[in-house]
């Protein structure tokens, strides 16, 4: 069975400043997807990036950027630029390609320090 | 932009007792899912639907859960007898379709079981 572990149960940054939070995950399959999910206090889970196994090319949407390193099965996200709106809980997830359950990791919460 | 919504945002029950959790999917949506998140642990997958049966289901899904879509724009999760341990928030999905990799999440309902 798939799991995902993220270790660091909180982080802090100040604002404008960069933040890498980190997940790694355990399968055996060679195709699957990964994603970030960002949870705000009280507000639901929003997709923030997802990343294709088959893809070499890091994933980026405007100020998020994943790390994906396939081999190592690590899968960090980055925030540049930090803002206070990019304070929650962020979720790390697994999806096996044929399989439509997501695998989440344990979170993190992050603090945006103004 | 549309949303996914639940109801209630809260629950109170008694040990014993039936429970329906009630979720609107978005509405060309296809697949539908319910996780849930004992506080201070993973969010959990529980079971996927689509076309009116369940698609997949994790060893959590019991006999004591079902689910339904009793029309067309709910989608209920029932738990017949809850127990101490099913206090946890629930977290109702949608997707497009099978192939749709982003799952749109709800704001969860807290079910608190005394």
């Known amino acids: 069975a798939q799991t995902v572990t993220q270790s660091q149960p909180e982080m802090s940054v100040q604002e404008a400043e960069t933040v890498t939070l980190s997940c790694t995950y355990d399968t055996s399959e060679s195709d699957y997807y990964l994603f970030w999910y960002k949870q705000p206090p009280s507000r639901q889970m929003i997709l923030v990036i997802r990343?294709?196994?088959?893809?070499?090319q890091n994933a980026t949407e405007n100020r998020f950027s994943v790390n994906f390193q396939k081999a190592a099965k690590s899968f960090s996200l980055k925030i540049s630029d930090s803002q206070l709106g990019d304070a929650a809980m962020y979720f790390c997830a697994y999806r096996s390609l044929g399989a439509q359950k997501l695998v989440f990791g344990q979170g993190t919460r992050l603090t945006i320090n103004p | 932009e549309p949303e996914v919504t639940q109801t209630p945002s809260h629950q109170v029950t008694q040990m014993g007792q039936e429970v329906i959790l009630r979720c609107v999917p978005i509405s060309n949506h296809l697949y539908f899912y319910w996780y849930r998140q004992i506080l201070g642990q993973k969010v959990e997958f529980l079971v996927s639907f689509y076309n009116n049966e369940i698609s997949e289901k994790s060893e959590i899904f019991d006999d004591q859960f079902s689910v339904e879509r009793p029309d067309g724009s709910n989608f209920t999760l029932k738990i017949r007898s809850t127990k101490l341990e099913d206090s946890a928030m629930y977290f109702c999905?949608?997707?497009?379709?099978?192939?749709?990799?982003?799952?749109?999440f709800g704001p969860g309902t807290r079910l608190t079981v005394t």
């Open positions: 990343q294709e196994a088959y893809k070499q």
């Open positions: 999905a949608s997707s497009e379709s099978r192939q749709g990799v982003e799952q749109y």
